[in-house]
């Protein structure tokens, strides 16, 4: 399970499984956008050719952002998601990232426990954070 960069032929299967995992999916404008700043790297896992998993991390100075981690809901709890982040963290770390923040809905409970497993930690709530209104959880990781 090797991951790889996206490239701009991934983005129908990333946006495929981004409205398959979020009720608020990035479009592919989006996606398209941040692939092209060079503040931003992508990661995607691919099972026998097919894009499964993907993540992306955008950089400022010593800090970074986990934007997206998504996994194909067939291909869920089997490690995927976990590999993802280790990829990005890996990046981060090449790049002399001291500090890696991200975002997560506070009803995602799985995402949680998953972003706590690989070493973050909750600092505070946004109110209000998604366009839905939900709160998110602002997670840590000192590298």
Not at 41 to 66: C, H, K, Q, R, T
Not at 77 to 96: I, M, T
Not at 110 to 133: I, N, V
Request: glycine content about 8%.
């Amino acid at each position: 399970m090797n991951g790889r960069r996206w490239t701009m032929n991934d983005l129908d299967a990333i946006e495929e499984i981004e409205k398959e995992s979020f009720p608020d999916p990035w479009t592919r404008r989006m996606l398209a956008e941040s692939l092209l700043s060079d503040r931003f790297f992508g990661v995607l896992l691919e099972e026998n050719g097919v894009p499964v998993a993907y993540g992306g991390i955008s950089f400022a100075a010593d800090e970074a952002e986990i934007e997206l981690v998504a996994v194909s809901e067939m291909y869920r709890r089997c490690g995927r998601g976990r590999k993802v982040v280790e990829d990005l963290l890996e990046c981060a770390r090449r790049k002399g990232v001291k500090k890696v923040f991200l975002e997560v809905r506070v009803s995602n409970a799985e995402a949680q426990m998953l972003y706590l497993k690989c070493g973050f930690r909750g600092l505070y709530a946004r109110t209000r954070y998604y366009p839905d209104g939900e709160d998110a959880v602002v997670m840590t990781r000192e590298l």
